[in-house]
């Protein structure tokens, strides 16, 4: 039998009231509707769930029954209805977050800690990976909205990124540096882009993309092909291996400004103004947001965030 939610949300209101006028009003049905309804269950049980004396209604031992089976669900789906309700009015429950590792561990956990001093009541769920992992998750469903370094050139954002909403946030500037005895041992003074792609160079991708990026934007060069040592998906791993002396390589600027004031490291600088990468955030366009994340996305206004170290 498959139970009608209706006829049982009727008959849990009249065992309560022990009236069909006083559940009708607590319905917002007629008194007509409710009788019929609570008629309707009968038949389809077929056992009576109430007998009249007077004008009092008493309960069957079969409507007994029928009660300690549905007030559990009824009182879960009341509880459970009232916290969503909460839950859209104030700030609360779980944010799922997924973020490029160096941004999510320097800079969104501080942006967290920052914004449960405010609203205790919310968690977070972090996620840090790739953009392309993370645009992936976020297209599922299984985040609420994440921050790349997505590039955008000068027709706009390539058609994979029409399903969310973009917002940039915060930018940084990158840096083409070196060890200082690699820069004594191969630069020997010369910084020309012909000479830089005679050396060894360190990129997080195969294709070069921050290298091509850099480039292009100082010297105006879209395929330089610069030649790889070493291709590794990680910030840290990059700045370490460019310490180490096998090469070059584009890093935030602010992250190896500590190495570059030592003289450890050497920046190699080209023309124009400093190459700068972007941290956007996106949102699936179809997504209605609840409280919790408007005030989250409130914290970033019309200008972006410089990062610094």
């Known amino acids: 039998m498959n139970a009608d939610l209706n006829r049982l949300k009727t008959f849990y209101a009249v065992y309560r009231r022990k009236s069909v006028s006083a559940a009708a009003v607590e319905l917002y049905v007629t008194q007509s509707a409710a009788s019929q309804s609570l ?25 007994d029954s029928l009660y300690e089976l549905v007030h559990p669900f009824f009182l879960s789906l009341e509880h459970g209805l009232a916290g969503l309700e909460k839950r859209a009015a104030a700030p609360s429950g779980v944010l799922r977050i997924g973020a490029p590792v160096e941004f999510g561990s320097r800079h969104l956990v501080r942006l967290c800690a920052d914004f449960r001093r405010k609203y205790p009541e919310v968690s977070f769920a972090l996620s840090f990976g790739q953009t392309a992992e993370l645009l992936s998750a976020l297209s599922a469903g299984k985040l609420d909205f994440a921050f790349a370094d997505i590039f955008k050139s000068g027709r706009g954002y390539s058609r994979e990124f029409s399903i969310f909403t973009i917002k940039l946030v915060a930018q940084e500037e990158l840096a083409l540096a070196c060890s200082a005895a690699y820069a004594k041992a191969c630069l ?74 030592s003289g450890r490291l050497v920046e190699v600088r080209g023309r124009g103004a400093p190459l700068l990468n972007s941290i956007s955030l996106l949102r699936l366009k179809d997504g209605a947001p609840g409280a919790a994340e408007k005030a989250f996305l409130s914290q970033f206004g019309h200008a972006p965030l410089k990062l610094a170290g």
């Open 39 to 63: 008629s309707r269950l009968e038949k389809e049980l077929h056992t009576p769930l109430f007998l009249r004396a007077g004008r009092k209604l008493l309960p069957t031992p079969a409507a």
């Open 188 to 261: 020997r003074g010369k910084a020309g882009p012909r000479e830089l792609l005679g050396l060894s160079f360190i990129d997080y991708n195969p294709h070069a993309p921050a290298l091509n990026g850099w480039f292009e934007h100082h010297y105006g060069m879209p395929h330089p092909r610069p030649q790889l040592a070493l291709s590794v998906e990680s910030v840290q791993a990059l700045i370490s291996a460019i310490e180490s002396g096998m090469g070059l390589g584009v890093v935030p600027r602010h992250l190896i400004a500590p190495g570059i004031a």
